[in-house]
């Protein structure tokens, strides 16, 4: 059975940093691309970061310099350090596991909420 759970989230003030995790079970993790993506109420999902296989990374605009995805394949476990947060981050924090073997496999955790309000 495939578990990504997320931890971390919680209330900060603007300018403040989290740092969000996600731990892995069920799947071969080091050949999985890693993501997190966010959804803010009434808005759809976007992606925030993601890593590859490979440890290549990408981010969305909005977080570029400000937040860092990271892996560590011995842990089962991808990062997501966010420092300067803004309100306009406040959002539901999902991870997201997806490779192409044959077949698609995409996964997703739960969720884990971040709020930025002073």
């Known amino acids: 059975q495939v578990q990504l759970v997320e931890s971390g989230g919680g209330l900060v003030q603007p300018g403040g940093s989290l740092r969000l995790s996600c731990a892995a079970s069920?799947?071969?993790?080091?050949?999985?691309?890693m993501g997190w993506y966010r959804q803010a109420p009434g808005k759809q999902r976007e992606l925030v970061a993601a890593?590859?296989?490979?440890?290549?990374?990408n981010y969305a605009d909005s977080v570029k310099g400000r937040f860092t995805i990271s892996r560590d394949n011995a842990k089962n476990t991808v990062y997501l350090q966010m420092n300067s947060l803004k309100p306009e981050d406040t959002a539901v924090y999902y991870c997201?596991?997806?490779?192409?073997?044959?077949?698609?496999?995409?996964?997703w955790g739960q969720g884990t909420q971040v709020t930025v309000s002073s």
């Open positions: 997201n596991a997806h490779a192409v073997l044959f077949t698609t496999h995409n996964y």
């Open positions: 069920g799947i071969s993790f080091q050949i999985y691309a």
């Open positions: 890593i590859t296989s490979g440890s290549s990374t």
